[in-house]
């Protein structure tokens, strides 16, 4: 007999995880233009704080994008069994 899958142990559609990944690389851009233009803008120690933001942001924005399914646990869910409904239950309930 097959192994059931549970409802909540499927994983997302490749479509819908490549989308949340694009997403994901391209907040981390937006950051990451901001400390460049914060890195001009801003004065004192502060500027190599944008600075470090703007040359290691890229490195842990791909690898973050990169991790498929890393960081997702596998967590494995009890299979509940299907409800059974009789047939016998809807004729004796009709109106006659």
């Known amino acids: 007999m097959a192994k059931r899958t549970s409802v909540t142990s499927v994983e997302l559609s ?5 989308r949340n990944r694009f997403i994901q690389y391209t907040v981390a851009m937006i950051i990451r233009v901001a400390c460049i233009f914060l890195a001009v803008a801003i004065d004192g120690w502060m500027r190599f704080v ?9 490195y842990f924005a791909v690898v973050a994008a990169n991790s498929v399914g890393a ?12 409800l059974q409904i ?9 109106p006659k």
């Open 50 to 58: 944008f600075i470090a933001g703007a040359v290691l942001l890229p």
């Open 86 to 94: 009789s047939t016998k239950d809807f004729i004796d309930a009709s």
């Open 71 to 82: 960081s997702r646990s596998k967590a494995t869910a009890t299979p509940v069994a299907p």
């Open 14 to 18: 490749p479509e819908l995880e490549r």
